[in-house]
């Protein structure tokens, strides 16, 4: 599979991305927010970071760079499109998904392993995963607080489109303790923490994370 890697103004995990988009036995193609080519990849990545600066709001103006009318247009004909911290921001700021992400409750920038629970595993990148497994991966941020109104998140919870859950201890303060949520159909995924920084046992958190970047090839080869 080719997974097209996009990089903003200020994306810091655009790189580590692309390695562990390989790692997972994909082909990792570099894709720059200024462009309108897809470059025939089969799926794409928003990483996270800070893209133009996080002025206005995070991803907003991201939202509106060329490659992102792509992104939606694709992603509305059923292309999968991973989210990631400010990529999570950026989909829902290009109203691929819903709610919004705001600043943590405690006002800080946190970092550390995050307990999640994986909840939705019919996603393109969630299949590896087994509904209810509990994963450890890193998580950073200072405005990652999920929100949205009770409607919005009465139907998250109904139609089965929260993806993963904050275990142990809500880094942030989102609501339900909602780490990532997807799209009705199930091909866009936004999700908070980093599963890109957790595909490695030599890098701390161990390797919970690569199955986001192995479901796409499993989803195939099935």
Request: with cysteine; proline share 4%.
């Amino acid at each position: 599979m080719k997974i097209g890697v996009v990089t903003f103004p200020g994306s810091l995990d655009d790189v580590d991305a692309q390695r562990a988009v390989r790692l997972g036995g994909n082909e990792a193609v570099a894709l720059w927010h200024g462009e309108h080519d897809l470059r025939g990849v089969d799926a794409v990545v928003l990483p996270g970071g800070f893209s133009y600066g996080d002025y206005l709001r995070c991803g907003a103006i991201s939202r509106f760079s060329p490659v992102m009318a792509e992104v939606v247009e694709a992603a509305q004909r059923g292309m999968p499109v991973l989210g990631i911290c400010n990529g999570f921001q950026i989909l829902c700021e290009s109203h691929l998904l819903p709610g919004a992400l705001i600043r943590n409750d405690h006002r800080k920038f946190v970092c550390r392993d995050q307990r999640l629970r994986v909840e939705r595993t019919d996603t393109p990148w969630t299949s590896a995963y087994s509904a209810g497994q509990e994963i450890t991966v890193v998580l950073k941020n200072g405005e990652g607080g999920y929100v949205a109104d009770e409607a919005t998140l009465d139907r998250l919870e109904g139609e089965g489109q929260v993806v993963a859950r904050y275990v142990e201890h809500n880094p942030n303060g989102s609501l339900r303790d909602i780490a990532g949520v997807s799209n009705e159909r199930g091909n866009v995924v936004g999700l908070m923490p980093h599963p890109e920084h957790s595909v490695e046992s030599l890098t701390g958190s161990g390797t919970d994370g690569l199955g986001f970047f192995t479901s796409l090839v499993e989803a195939v080869l099935a």
